[in-house]
């Protein structure tokens, strides 16, 4: 029994290095997926609405919707852990009231910010709207994407082109809604929200607490879900049903604009998803070493836990600033035809999968990310400096922020350049094709609601 403990705690200190964001701005690919989408790309323009309008019109039948949601729920996620029924939505009371019982129903961050917005593609100018502070947009106050995005205010009414709500809110969860929800989070509303103890990463660090909402590890080994049952605790299928079902109600409703912005929120999840190290927990590292690191752990060799933790950190990160930076500079020269904006909306192998359902999170989504893990770990591996990628006494959560491992790939071997760009395109693929099955899932709900429109 204590073996087993020691490894579930070898394996939790794992979960901990994998706490970062999926994809650095969901927003970089959102665009570029879904614009050859007919249905997003030319609907017509939907008018911004404050979350407070949208719910004082929703009244009553949010409650059944949101009931119906629950009941889904405790149904259909494995280890889903109930929301407490003292959480339910009612409807009626000020603006002030219901976006209060509404984030609680929902339980996500009460903080959220949650303001009409737009995010701008980098070296575009703002076009006549103010500028927003990242600030007013993020609860997060450490050095994220967010600092460098030039985000714009939306009025109350102002017409907005659908693509540019589903776009900017695809990176929304990121900034904060699923922050402090565990009951070990040393917040108020995660000692009520029912989630229970974070399942792994640290609970005393801010941005590690969103990790068992972004993750899904349904296809490890036997061993590890013997050795850490915590591991099953993962719920990207709760939030992105819900966030559909929020979608499809708002649309039917005579609200496009929170049709689209909850379809933005629930795109972010299923692209979670498309990241290996995202639904692997320890990619590259298999489970005869894992053990074996965790035998000289119980000797009292900590080495080899240690720098494992690392890597396995420092990996994650790597890969998601190299998307970011590739991604930020081809938008920045207008390089359209680069290699990852261009996997992103490549539509050759959206035939290959079947019509998005619930149920593909797991046989599809999740099974070919983590089928995709340990190469995605190897051209990691042999595309970048060993500093960044093999040295376990450098940390790269200490210095993502000055680190620009695009830049840094152009001066590897064009060999190895072509390795780099052809495995994170084949990524950014996967991204775009299930980027656009899941929004495909809620036709004909778009597509009645642009008619009324019209």
Wanted: charged residues 20%; hydrophobic residues 45%.
């Amino acid at each position: 029994m204590l073996r087993v403990v020691r490894t579930a705690a070898f394996i939790l200190a794992l979960g901990a290095a994998g706490a970062a964001a999926a994809w650095s701005n969901h927003a970089l690919g959102t665009w570029q997926a879904l614009s050859v989408l007919p249905e997003v790309a030319r609907a017509t323009p939907v008018p911004a609405e404050s979350l407070e309008h949208f719910l004082l019109a929703a009244g009553p039948a949010l409650e059944q919707v949101l009931a119906n949601e629950e009941a889904w729920a405790r149904a259909n996620v494995p280890q889903y852990p109930a929301r407490p029924d003292a959480l339910a939505y009612r409807a009626g009371g000020d603006a002030a009231t219901q976006r209060a019982r509404f984030l609680a129903a929902l339980r996500i961050n009460p903080e959220s910010k949650l303001p009409l917005f737009l995010q701008t593609r980098p070296g575009t100018e703002a076009q006549g709207r103010p500028a927003l502070p990242w600030t007013e947009v993020t609860t997060l106050r450490r050095a994220t994407s967010a600092r460098t995005i030039l985000f714009l205010q939306l009025r109350e009414g102002e017409a907005v082109a659908p693509l540019e709500v589903v776009a900017s809110a695809s990176d929304e969860p990121d900034y904060g809604l699923d922050l402090g929800v565990w009951e070990d989070n040393d917040t108020p509303y995660g000692k009520v929200y029912g989630f229970g103890k974070q399942p792994f990463g640290s609970p005393k660090l801010e941005f590690s607490s969103q990790a068992p909402l972004h993750m899904g590890f349904f296809h490890e080994n036997w061993i590890m879900y013997k050795a850490a049952g915590f591991l099953k605790r993962t719920f990207p299928e709760y939030r992105i049903h819900l966030y559909q079902t929020l979608s499809q109600f708002a649309f039917r409703n005579g609200h496009p604009y929170w049709g689209w912005r909850f379809a933005g929120w629930a795109l972010h999840y299923v692209q979670d998803l498309t990241q290996p190290y995202h639904a692997r927990v320890v990619p590259g590292v298999g489970t005869p070493k894992l053990l074996w690191a965790n035998t000289a752990d119980l000797l009292g060799f900590h080495r080899a836990k240690a720098d494992a933790i690392t890597l396995v950190s420092n990996r994650h990160q790597a890969l998601e600033n190299y998307q970011y930076n590739r991604m930020r500079a081809a938008y920045l020269k207008h390089a359209d035809d680069d290699a990852l904006l261009r996997a992103a909306r490549d539509t050759s192998t959206d035939a290959r999968y079947a019509p998005y359902n619930p149920a593909a999170i797991r046989s599809v989504v999740t099974q070919e990310s983590h089928a995709e893990s340990d190469a995605t770990d190897a051209v990691l591996e042999h595309s970048l400096p060993s500093k960044y990628i093999s040295d376990p006494a450098y940390t790269m959560s200490e210095t993502e922020a000055q680190a620009d491992l695009y830049s840094v790939a152009t001066a590897m071997p064009v060999q190895v350049q072509e390795h780099m760009t052809a495995m994170t395109a084949g990524l950014m693929r996967h991204f775009g094709a299930h980027s656009r099955s899941f929004i495909r899932a809620l036709a004909p709900a778009p597509s009645a609601a642009n008619a009324a429109q019209r």
